[in-house]
């Protein structure tokens, strides 16, 4: 389905790699979410279609920063966001909101 990797040292490391293709209405999105690392603390999520950005979707975490638990938290956030914009887009979401 997709893959979580780790790139950077103890002080900027990040997780990142949530990459999907998703058919829906007989097109193809490309669903994106990335993590900024420390020196960044967002996690954000794009849908792409046709190499166009049609949504997004970002949280921060540097509150938790200093949590000894942050590196499972954000790869959970980061899954839950993922599965999250698909379910928003496979029920039209972004349809809806691209019309209005």
């Known amino acids: 389905m997709y893959k979580c990797l780790k790139v950077g ?3 900027t490391m990040m997780n990142f790699g949530h990459n999907q293709n998703v058919n829906y209405n007989g097109e193809t999105y490309h669903v994106q979410t990335e993590d900024g690392g420390r020196n960044n603390p967002f996690i954000t999520t794009l849908v792409f279609k046709n190499g166009t950005v049609l949504a997004s ?7 938790i920063i200093v949590s000894g638990e942050l590196d499972r938290v954000v790869r959970e956030v980061m899954r839950e966001q993922h599965s999250s914009v698909i379910k928003d887009l496979l ?3 972004f349809n809806k909101k691209n019309e209005g």
């Open 9 to 11: 040292d103890s002080k």
């Open 57 to 63: 979707r970002r949280v921060g975490y540097a509150d």
């Open 91 to 93: 029920a039209g979401f």
